[in-house]
């Protein structure tokens, strides 16, 4: 995040911000963007990452509420929305930074998941996008004219073998977005997918492979990779009433890796390998 007082894109709005746990993840950047553009917000994690992260640091320096919820659990989502109309009212926007693969955490190949497992990793990466906005729907706090913006990747679209059961988890939250998008546009509230490069969180360096994905990515991008921070820019301009008319979209934020076949630097260095082993 810059420096800079910001300038005042989310005055007077309010949010969710799913999906924090320390100050290298996303959704921590995105909090500290948010509040920086003038916004309030209410926090919100699993509990056992509460455990293991250092959220009551950022609630403090952002001056937000904390509320645990277990996605998994629609009884807990429905408890929080309940919370949140109590604390905030309406919201005008939604970050869902929510993602978990056991089969990956416990190197389980992808011809060979565990299928519990795998429904675990649709549930709590996926689907719980869509218990989100359900029951933040059955409790009236959308607003009109709000904005709800998931993190996906690229492996919705191409296949990253590491990225395992997490490229199918991916697919179907982008999915589960545009059909929301299609229902709620009528209020005028968008719903979109932002796609970030490999980025070095916590979260991210867990995937066995991280550091090859993030180097690939980054010598093929003509911008090379962006940083939690930058992505955190880019969501508030979606957060923002600058993109009224922007939904159902997944938009890539990844330094033109989607659309670069391969860089210049990419082949030299291929040719020198090749030529080194010859």
């Known amino acids: 995040m810059s420096e800079s007082k910001g300038y005042g894109l989310l005055k007077g709005k309010k949010g969710i911000i799913f999906g924090a746990l320390d100050e290298r993840s996303i959704a921590w950047r995105i909090a500290l963007a948010c509040k920086k553009e003038g916004a309030d917000f209410v926090l919100s994690n699993a509990p056992i990452a509460l455990r293991l992260g250092t959220l009551d640091a950022l609630g403090e320096e952002t001056n937000a509420p904390i509320i645990p919820c277990d996605v998994s659990d629609e009884e807990d989502v429905e408890k929080l929305m309940k919370q949140v109309k109590e604390e905030l009212g309406g919201v005008d926007f939604i970050l869902h930074a929510i993602g978990m693969s056991p089969n990956i955490r416990k190197k389980k190949e992808y011809k060979d998941l565990n299928y519990n497992w795998y429904n675990q990793t649709l549930d709590i990466s996926a689907i719980s996008l869509h218990k989100v906005l359900h029951f933040a729907e059955k409790q009236e706090i959308l607003n009109d004219g709000g904005s709800v913006v998931a993190l996906s990747y690229i492996g919705a679209q191409r296949i990253f073998s590491k990225y395992s059961d997490m490229n199918d988890a991916k697919a179907l939250l982008e999915s589960i977005a545009r059909n929301y998008?299609?229902?709620l546009a009528e209020r005028g509230i968008r719903v979109n997918t932002v796609s970030q490069a490999p980025t070095?969180?916590?979260?991210?360096?867990?995937?066995?492979?991280?550091?090859?994905?993030?180097?690939?990515?980054?010598?093929?991008?003509?911008?090379?990779?962006?940083?939690?921070?930058?992505?955190a820019d880019y969501c508030v301009t979606l957060f923002s009433d600058l993109t009224?008319?922007?939904?159902?979209?997944?938009?890539?934020?990844?330094?033109?890796?989607?659309?670069?076949?391969?860089?210049?630097e990419m082949i030299d260095g291929l040719v020198k390998l090749y030529a080194d082993e010859e």
Request: aromatic share 8%; net charge neutral.
């Open 244 to 264: 009224k008319k922007v939904t159902m979209q997944n938009l890539y934020h990844d330094g033109g890796f989607v659309t670069s076949g391969i860089s210049e």
């Open 200 to 231: 070095k969180t916590s979260a991210g360096s867990g995937i066995k492979g991280f550091d090859s994905m993030y180097t690939f990515a980054e010598k093929i991008a003509p911008l090379g990779n962006p940083s939690a921070d930058e992505c």
């Open 181 to 183: 998008g299609s229902r």
